[in-house]
């Protein structure tokens, strides 16, 4: 995410490193190429622009304190106009009414009706909602299909109408069995067009006017870069919608759309999506997002996904398991299984401060782990629960079973070995201090 601009950022920056001081000569050397990075990455020219200038009046309105460097000053700096220019602080969707009724729009292959799968799984699981889906793609039945598949996985409800080819009448007949059904969120998935046409323009708001949603969320593509934003502008002239949705952001984005929509249309990013799995959803945190631009890492954000897969029971349990040396295969392969739930390894990695750069141009297999679970897999319940029982013979069946070798299922044994003893030295103060100590 962001990497580009990111690279440029940094070399912006070192036109200010080991200079002592901040002047007008090196900050309008620094702003400009600021503004190129900025405009590379796609971001408008009038916000490039207004932002530069606002952080070269910030940058020369101070004072460097001899403790930081200009170089830290500008990174600062830089944190907090782009966290301005991003929205400031979270905006949270308004879910006071009893239903809600959240329309959802945008083009063709935005990410719509995945999003819309997201947000119902978010409200019903993070804010104890009772969502309703109501499937008002009436033009493409496998858009009928696909939401249904996706209702199904996220085990939330979808009204659905095929014989009918009246989105509107679609549209409050999804409300009317809300009400009647006592579900308190509805959430409309609407067509898109391939591109904006006055016929599309037409009937959302014909929607708009019959349902009076208390959200409308505009989804775009941010790969998109300068189009989302023209799109979205002309989607708000229309719709007023209340907040945008930017989809796609795991893949090789150049940020333009996250850093300019909200200058644009003063609309602020409510969600983005960062993968094509039910899960991959994120509220949208402007601060946040700009540590992660300057390549500061998020670890908040990380943190929280972690905590969101870690079940307290679970790990209590693991705990135990852990000081009594009975951590097993099973008990390995749910970690492997909890790791990859948290999302794409490469995207997971870069929100910790400092890796996103170092790795940026490794390649990250997400499939590392097959090798390992099929190992696993290959294993009988009595050997998962008694790896010590696990001798030459029994290897050299499981490589077999797992179509991978015995050197492979040698070196993980070895692994899993030494991971149980640094584990069960860990759980053990008394073990553990000595370890620190360096003794035996
Ligand atoms: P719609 O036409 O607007 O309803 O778009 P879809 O929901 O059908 O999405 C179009 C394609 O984009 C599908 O293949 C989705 O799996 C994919 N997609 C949607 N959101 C994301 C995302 O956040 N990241 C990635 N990588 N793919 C996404």
New binding site residues.
């Given amino acids: 995410m962001f990497q580009n601009l990111q690279d440029k950022l940094d070399r912006a920056f070192k036109v200010l490193k080991g200079q002592g001081n901040i002047t007008e000569i090196n900050v309008a050397e620094t702003m400009k190429e600021i503004r190129k990075a900025l405009l590379d990455a796609d971001v408008n020219y009038k916000t490039a622009k207004a932002f530069t200038d606002e952080v070269k009046q910030k940058a020369l309105g101070q004072n460097v304190l001899t403790s930081i460097s200009p170089g830290q000053l500008l990174t600062k700096i830089m944190n907090d106009e782009l966290t301005a220019l991003m929205g400031g602080s979270a905006t949270d969707l308004d879910l006071s009414k009893n239903p809600t009724v959240i329309l959802i729009a ?1 083009l ?8 819309s799968g997201k947000l119902a799984k978010y409200l019903k699981e993070k804010r104890g909602r009772k969502p309703l889906l109501v499937a008002g793609d009436v033009y493409r039945p496998a ?1 009928i299909d ?1 939401l249904e598949v996706l209702a199904q996985q996220v085990d939330v409800p979808v009204y659905t109408n095929r014989e009918s080819k009246d989105p509107i009448g679609i549209a409050q007949a999804g409300v009317t069995e809300a009400k009647q059904k006592g579900y308190n969120v509805v959430i409309v998935d609407t067509a ?1 067009r391939l591109a904006i046409d006055e016929a599309l323009m037409n009937e959302i708001s014909a929607v708009k006017d019959a349902t009076q949603p208390h959200e409308i969320l505009f ?1 775009v593509d941010a790969m998109t870069g300068q189009d989302a934003v023209n799109t979205a502008k002309a989607f708000n002239d229309r719709l007023d919608f209340t907040g945008a949705v930017l ?5 090789d984005t150049r940020g333009g759309a996250a850093l300019s929509i909200k200058s644009v249309v003063n609309k602020p990013i409510k969600f983005i ?4 799995k039910m899960d ?1 959803l994120d509220v949208f945190h402007p601060d946040r997002m700009a540590s992660r631009i300057l390549g500061m890492g998020d670890v908040v954000s990380l943190v929280e996904r972690a905590q969101q897969q870690f079940d307290e029971k679970e790990a209590a349990e693991l705990q135990r398991k852990i000081r009594k040396n009975k951590f097993d295969f099973n008990d390995f392969k749910n970690q492997i299984q909890q790791i990859k739930k948290m999302g794409n390894m490469k995207d997971l990695m870069g929100m910790i401060p400092g890796v996103g750069k170092a790795i940026k141009d490794v390649d990250i297999d997400d499939d590392a782990f097959k090798p390992i679970e099929a190992i696993i897999n290959s294993m009988t319940p009595y050997e998962r629960e008694n790896p010590d029982a696990i001798d030459q013979k029994r290897r050299a069946r499981i490589a077999k079973g797992s179509g991978t070798d015995l050197v492979e299922v040698n070196k993980l044994m070895k692994q899993f070995g030494d991971m149980r003893k640094v584990m069960k030295q860990m759980s053990n103060p008394a073990a553990m201090a000595r370890m620190m100590r360096g003794a035996p």
Avoid at 108 to 115: D, S
Avoid at 247 to 251: A, H, N, Q, S, W
Avoid at 273 to 276: C, P
């Fill in positions: 945008g063709n292959g935005a990410g719509k009706t995945t999003f858009a696909q898109g989804v989809t796609k952001l795991d893949g999506g960062t993968g094509e991959a």
